[in-house]
């Protein structure tokens, strides 16, 4: 049985999922200085995906320890999650 939960892990991929589906608009172009002062006025102004990165930025210090339990139905858990999130990445990219 694990020791740690996977609660921050699964937190820290919801908002690293959010962040892309955000940059990956902005970012589809190039680069540009621009994109970064939209994202952080993003952030700033949707509370919803402030709220995801403030709580897996807060206990992102408890990941690696969750990692390093991981038990055979939490890896499946943890790609279930990715999985899900796939297609809407993929449609995301070729926009």
Known sequence: MSKHSIENTK???EAIFAL?????????DGV???DFVELAAK?????????????AYND??????EVGDLQIAEIV???SLVIQK???LLEALRK
Do not use: G
Not at 20 to 28: D, E, G, N, Q, Y
Not at 43 to 55: M, R, T, V
Not at 60 to 65: A, D, G, N, S
């Open 20 to 28: 892309l589906f955000v940059m990956i608009p902005k970012f589809h």
């Open 60 to 65: 992102i210090e408890l990941v690696p320890k």
């Open 32 to 34: 540009q200085v621009q």
């Open 77 to 79: 858990e943890l790609v």
């Open 11 to 13: 937190q820290a991929l």
């Open 43 to 55: 952030i700033s102004s949707d509370e919803e995906l402030k709220a995801k990165l403030l709580a």
């Open 86 to 88: 796939v297609p809407a």
